[in-house]
């Protein structure tokens, strides 16, 4: 999984396409991401203690890896990631511009 956690990344496919976020929450086991406003979805929360209502909660919901690319760090089009090897250390790489993500 080339996406991981405070990655910048843009939406190019679903109902939120073109939207950029920050990746929340990496999930590597199931390919799935957590962009920050992305995927939203209203949540209907029973109320826990006694005396407190219930509420419609809006949060944001895993979206599948394919669904998005890393944002260019030059130009903040969507890129994709490439790995170089600099002084023994993994780089990760956006294709478009060659710069480290």
């Keep these: 999984m080339n996406i991981i956690k405070g990655d910048k990344v ?7 396409r073109g939207k950029t976020g920050t990746v929340l929450r990496a999930f590597p086991k199931d390919e ?3 962009v920050e406003g992305v995927n ?3 949540k209907h929360q ?3 203690q006694a005396g407190k209502p ?5 949060k944001e919901f895993p979206v599948h890896i394919s669904n ?4 260019d760090p030059k130009s903040s089009n969507p890129s994709r990631v490439g790995i170089e ?4 250390k993994r780089v990760r790489v956006a294709k478009k511009s ?3 993500v």
């Design 10 to 16: 843009v939406v190019i496919a679903g109902k939120d």
């Design 32 to 34: 799935r991401v957590l």
């Design 40 to 42: 939203k979805k209203k």
């Design 46 to 48: 029973k109320a826990r």
């Design 54 to 58: 219930g509420q419609i909660i809006e």
């Design 68 to 71: 998005v690319m890393i944002a």
């Design 85 to 88: 090897r600099k002084e023994g």
């Design 98 to 100: 060659n710069q480290e």
